[in-house]
């Protein structure tokens, strides 16, 4: 049965842009090679930490909510834990109810956009 999922995860400010996009690659290429689905994915782009971690005080934020089976999300955590341009991460398990949201919030954003572009 595939559970819905949300992981955030930054990595480090010193790699450059093609190195950022094969970090964020490989990690939707391992949700999509273990039978996960992909629903959303958003860069939240360079942001300030709130305290410094690894003596670095900016990151790159990323966003995936996905489809996956409960023990996929182990193999998921320890590939975040050996890369070494992730410098924090967060997986968390979405109800229904949260899922359903999201994904409200997500359509009025889109039709929000069309909207200024007519």
């Known amino acids: 049965m595939l559970l819905n999922y949300e ?27 273990n039978s996960g689905e992909i629903v ?22 990323f966003l995936f909510q996905f489809r996956s089976e409960g023990a996929f999300i182990n193999r998921l ?10 410098i924090r991460f967060l997986t968390m398990k979405m109800d229904k109810y949260a899922f359903e949201y ?7 954003a889109k039709e929000e956009k069309i909207k200024k572009e007519e």
């Open 7 to 33: 992981t955030v995860f930054i990595l480090t400010p010193v790699l450059s842009e093609t190195q950022m996009k094969e970090t964020v690659q490989k990690f939707k290429k391992l949700i999509l090679d």
């Open 40 to 61: 959303n994915e958003e860069d939240w782009g360079l942001r300030k930490l709130a305290y410094p971690i690894q003596k670095k005080s900016n990151g790159f934020y």
């Open 102 to 108: 999201s994904e409200k919030k997500r359509n009025k």
């Open 77 to 86: 955590e320890i590939e975040f834990k050996r890369d070494e341009r992730v």
